[in-house]
Every structure is written in C-alpha cells, then in structure tokens.
C-alpha cells in the first residue's frame, strides 16, 4: 500500500518544480534556435509602417503591431485585452465603427491559417518575431475559426509556443487585428 504522505510530497515537489520552471522562463524570455531552424517570418517579410501597422508582403495582410489593449511604438502601453470569442467578435464590429486604426475600417479577427503565418518557428515564449511585433506576449490569440467539432470551441494560437489549437470560446483570449486577404 501506497502511504498517502509520499504521495503529497511527490505532488508538491513536482508543482514547485513546475513553478520554477515558468520563473525561470519568464525571467529569460524568448528563446530561439537560429541556428538550427530556418526563420519562418523572417523580418524582410514585413514591411513597417509609421502609423503602426504591418504589412506581410508575402500575404498580403495588413496585421496591427500592438496586441489589442495595448499602445506605443513599442507597444509597451497598456495591458493586453482578453476577451471571449463573442466579446472578441463583438469588439471588431465596435472598432471599426469607432474609426477603426491607420485609416481603415475592415478590421477584423484573422481566421487561423492567417494567424499562424505569424508564427515564427523558430522561437518560442513567445513564438513569434518580436522585431516586428514588439513587445508581444506568450498569449493564447483569438482566431474567428470556429472548431466545428466542438460547437463552444474555436482556434487561436498559442503564441507560447507557436501551436494552433482550440478552446472554450466562453475562456478569455488576447486578440490582434488583421484586414485585407481572404476573410
């Protein structure tokens, strides 16, 4: 028979090595294996403007720099927005009609293959190229893909760790702006 008390201690050991792990990985940021993966979005790909938007110039997207919620040439302004999948939706259709951002107001929440040309593979915490999209945060981001297998769950991106993946649309979610492409 198992004693109870050993249990417990196993239990607790391995949350604090759990929490070590993350303390560590916060207190050292993105990591990427440059010279071991090719560069999945390279910044030549992208093409900065001055009024804060990106333009991906192999999609032809048009991405804002800043997660929503947040502001700044660097996007160090602010707190990252979460938001459900509905408020998600919602806030789009607000946005725009609001005036929208850089002149344009066909905003609007990117489906997943759109998000994950973000991706870049080679890094991760977070996983995506931090010259071009400063300051972004391991978040998990709202894509519009419904999952339809599951009828309350829809795709985002893990930026963590660059994987694609599906959730409870009623969980809040960070959400990045894109206009232009196939809707």
């Known amino acids: 028979m198992i004693d109870c008390r050993i249990i417990d201690m196993v239990q607790k050991a391995g949350l604090l090595l759990v929490l070590l792990a993350s303390v560590s990985q916060a207190q050292t940021g993105q990591h990427c ?6 560069a999945t979005a390279p910044s ?8 804060g938007s990106i333009v ?3 999609t032809g997207l048009m991405w804002r720099a800043c997660l929503e919620g947040v502001a700044g ?13 509905a408020e998600a939706l919602a806030y789009v259709s607000t946005f725009n ?15 997943i293959r759109e998000l994950g040309t973000l991706v870049e593979l080679q890094c991760v ?18 894509s519009s893909s419904p999952a339809y297998f599951h009828t309350h769950y829809s795709w985002h991106v893990d930026f963590e760790t660059g994987a694609f993946t599906y959730g409870e649309r009623a969980k809040p979610k960070a959400v990045r702006l894109v206009r232009g492409g196939d809707s």
Do not use: M
Request: contains cysteine; glycine residues 8%.
């Open 44 to 51: 030549s790909r992208y093409q900065q403007k001055d009024d």
């Open 56 to 58: 991906d110039t192999e």
């Open 97 to 111: 009609s609001e005036g929208g951002f850089a002149g344009h107001t066909d905003w609007r929440l990117p489906n």
């Open 125 to 142: 915490g977070p996983a995506i190229n931090l010259t071009v999209f400063p300051n972004a945060a391991s978040s998990d981001v709202w």
């Open 73 to 85: 040439e660097a996007c160090d302004e602010g707190e990252t927005l979460e938001l459900t999948w």
């Open 33 to 38: 294996k440059t010279e071991h993966i090719a």
